[in-house]
C-alpha cells in the first residue's frame, strides 16, 4: 500500500529545481506513487506520480475538469490564473457533454487530412527561418527560441485561426508575457499587460471574423455560435486562448529542449544524423524526456477516489505529473537515459483518453520536419554557453516547461 507522505518530506512543491526536477520526480516516485502535497502557494493537492495511476486517472471520469464548477462549490483549489474565469470554458477546463461538443467543433482543424495539408507551408516557414539564421554567419551567436523555435509553431497556429500577419507580432509580444512567470509584483504586472492585450487580441479577431469571413477555423467557429452546435461568447474565446497557447508554446518547447537533449548526449545526436528515420522516434523521446506540459492540466475528484491504496478525498485538486510518470523505471527501461532507439514508448505526454491531445499531429509534423532540417542543413551546431548556464524559466514550472533562451552557434550551412 502507498503511503501518503506529509508535506515536510515531499517539501513544498514550489521548491523544486526547474531547471533539473527529475531528481525530485524520482524522489517522490520511490515513496509511492501518490501523495499528498502543499503547492508552494499554499494550496493542498494530491500528486500522482507513478506511470500505471496517472494512466488511470487521466481517463478516469471521476475527476472533474469543470474549473467554475470547483470553484462555485468552495472547495479549495488552485487559483484559475490570468486571464480569469471568464476564459475557464474550454476543452481543457469543462466535461462532457461541453467537453465533446468543443472538441468536435475544433477536431476538424486538427483532422489528419489538414494537418498533412499543412507540410508544405511548414516546411517553407522552416526554410525561411533557417535562412535568417544562416544570414548571420557560420560562427555568430544566434538565440534558438525567438528566432525559430517561437515563430514556427506560432506562425502555423495564426494562419490555421486566421489571426492577420499585421496583428502577429504584437500578438506573440503579448502571449510571451502572459506566459512569463508571475514570482514577483513587476513579473505579475508585466504578465497581467499581457492578458489584458491578449484578450483585446482576441476580442478583435472575433470581431473581424464575424465581419469577414474567410478559410479558417476562427470563422468556422464564430459561425458555429448560431448553428445546432452552439458555441456561446465565453467558451469561443476561452477555445480560442486555449488553442494558441497549445497550438504554439508546446511546440516552442519541443524544439528548444530537444536541441539541448541532443546536444548534451553527442552519442544521440550522432546517431540521428547518420540515420534521418530516428527523427520520428527523436521527437518521441523528447516529449518522454523533457515533456513541454510537465503536469497534467486542472482536474479535482468529484467523488472520493481511491487508488494505489491512497483515497483522495471528494473536493481534492489532482496533479497528475506526466514527467515523473514517463520517468518511471517501472515502465520505461533505463527511464533516466535519453534514448532515441527506445521501443518503449507510449509516454504520457500528450496526455491520455478523452482529454489527449488535439494537436498531437500537428506537433509531432513540426517536431519532425523541423529536427531533419536542422541537421540536414547545420550538423556541425553547437551550444554558445555552458550547458549549465541554461535555464527553464519560461512558464509557471507547474504545467507549462521551456527556455526562453537557447544560444546557439549553428556552423556552416550545408546549402551554401
Known amino acids: 500500500m502507498a503511503r501518503v507522505s506529509t508535506t515536510d518530506e515531499l517539501r513544498s512543491w514550489g521548491s523544486f529545481d526547474r531547471d533539473n526536477p527529475f531528481p525530485l520526480f524520482a524522489e517522490v516516485r520511490e515513496q509511492g506513487p501518490v501523495h499528498a502535497v502543499t503547492l508552494a502557494d499554499g ?151 499581457g492578458s489584458d492585450a491578449v484578450v483585446a487580441h482576441l476580442e478583435k479577431l472575433v470581431v473581424t471574423k464575424e465581419r469577414e469571413p474567410a478559410d479558417d477555423l476562427v470563422t468556422d467557429l464564430v459561425q458555429a455560435r448560431d448553428g445546432d452546435e452552439h458555441l456561446d461568447h465565453g467558451e469561443l474565446l476561452s477555445t480560442l486562448l486555449q488553442l494558441i497557447i497549445a497550438g504554439h508554446d508546446t511546440t516552442t518547447s519541443l524544439l528548444g529542449n530537444g536541441v539541448v537533449a541532443l546536444l548534451r548526449n553527442p552519442e544521440q545526436l550522432a546517431l540521428v544524423k547518420q540515420d534521418p528515420a530516428l527523427v520520428a522516434p527523436l521527437v518521441e523521446e523528447v516529449m518522454r524526456f523533457d515533456a513541454p506540459v510537465p503536469h497534467s492540466t486542472f482536474r479535482y475528484a468529484a467523488q472520493d477516489v481511491t487508488i494505489a491504496g491512497v483515497t483522495i478525498p471528494k473536493g481534492g485538486q489532482v496533479i497528475i505529473s506526466l514527467a515523473a510518470a514517463n520517468h518511471d523505471a517501472a515502465h520505461f527501461h533505463d527511464a533516466e537515459t535519453f534514448d532515441v532507439t527506445r521501443h518503449d514508448d507510449r509516454h504520457l ?67 551554401s
Open 43 to 193: 494550496h493542498s493537492a494530491w500528486l500522482v506520480v507513478g506511470y500505471d495511476e496517472a494512466k488511470v486517472l487521466l481517463n478516469d471520469t471521476r475527476l472533474s475538469k469543470d474549473m467554475q464548477a470547483a470553484f462555485a462549490s468552495g472547495g479549495e483549489v488552485l487559483a484559475e490564473g490570468l486571464p480569469g474565469k471568464a476564459f475557464a470554458r474550454h476543452m481543457l477546463a469543462v466535461d462532457p457533454p461541453d467537453h465533446t461538443r468543443l472538441r468536435r467543433l475544433v477536431a476538424s482543424a486538427f483532422s489528419l487530412r489538414r494537418v498533412e495539408g499543412l507540410e508544405p507551408r511548414i516546411r517553407e516557414i522552416i526554410g525561411q527561418l533557417l535562412d535568417a539564421l544562416a544570414a548571420e554567419g557560420p560562427e555568430a551567436t544566434v538565440d534558438f527560441v525567438p528566432r525559430f523555435a517561437f515563430p514556427l509553431p506560432f506562425t502555423v497556429i495564426c494562419e490555421l485561426l486566421g489571426v492577420p500577419e499585421e496583428d502577429r507580432r504584437p500578438f506573440g509580444d503579448a502571449l510571451i508575457a502572459l506566459l512569463s512567470p508571475t514570482d514577483t509584483p513587476e513579473q505579475y504586472a508585466k504578465a497581467k499587460a
Open 349 to 415: 505526454a500528450f496526455g491520455h483518453g478523452i482529454h489527449f491531445c488535439l494537436g498531437a499531429p500537428l506537433a509531432r509534423l513540426e517536431g519532425n520536419i523541423a529536427f531533419t532540417t536542422l541537421l540536414q542543413r547545420f550538423p556541425d551546431l553547437r551550444l554558445a554557453v555552458p550547458s549549465e548556464d541554461l535555464h527553464w524559466g519560461h512558464g509557471d514550472g507547474l504545467v507549462l516547461r521551456g527556455l526562453d533562451s537557447l544560444p546557439l552557434v549553428l556552423g556552416r550551412d550545408r546549402r
